[in-house]
Structure formats: C-alpha cells, structure tokens
C-alpha cells in the first residue's frame, strides 16, 4: 500500500517562501514518478511540477516555472516543492501524487497518477 503524506504547508505573506514535503512509504520510492498539483477553492486540481524517477527531469507548470522547484530525496523517500515570491493566488490545498514508472518521463495530467495524498493547506495573505 502506497502511502503519501504531506506537510509544511501555513500561511506565509506575499513575497514569501514555503517548502512542502511529500513523505512516500510502501514502495520502492525510487521506481515512482512524482508530481504536485494544487487546488484552490472553487476550481479544479491543476499541475504544479513533477519530477521523474531518479530527479533528473522536471517539468513545470509555464506560469509557474521560475518561481517553484520540484525536487526529491530518494535515499529519504520524499519529495519536495520549494515555492518563492509567493502570491495570493498561490492560495490552495498542495497535493502530492505518485505513479510507477520505467524511465525517465515526467506526468503532467492528473489522471496519470496512481496515489495521491491527503494534501496541505498553504495559505498567502495580501
């Protein structure tokens, strides 16, 4: 059983940073594709990052690259999204997902994912 927990989301002003974590158990973490996505109040779960099997390719959401970065610990089983310059409509509940994988591709689609976690609330004030 794929377990995916995260953590580290609060509230941080504007202009802010936040790191979140996404601690994997269960499997074999290294042999998983990860990927964030959030949703915000009212609208549907979007793409935020995602990051292939070993870390050596990312992809981004275009309106966020430059201001978040995905990266992973697979000797720690986890996942990270360090986020920058925050801004209010960072607003959302983060969520983490896992899907096995067999190379080095990346997944942006939601329904690509296997296992999702119970997400963290992050929370940017004005």
């Known amino acids: 059983q794929v377990q995916l927990v995260e953590s580290g989301g609060g509230l941080v002003q504007a202009g802010g940073s936040l790191r979140v974590s996404c601690a994997a158990s269960g499997h074999t973490f290294s042999d998983y594709a990860m990927g964030w996505f959030r949703q915000a109040p009212g609208k549907e779960r979007e793409f935020v990052a995602a990051?292939?099997?070993?870390?050596?390719?990312?992809s981004y959401a275009d309106s966020l690259r430059g201001r978040f970065t995905i990266s992973r610990d697979n000797t720690k089983n986890t996942v990270y999204l360090q986020m920058n310059k925050l801004k209010p409509e960072d607003t959302a509940v983060y969520y983490c997902g896992a899907r096995q994988a067999w190379d080095s591709n990346v997944f942006v689609a939601m329904v690509s994912y296997q296992y999702w976690g119970q997400g963290t609330q992050v929370t940017v004030s004005s």
């Open positions: 990051i292939s099997r070993s870390g050596g390719r990312t």
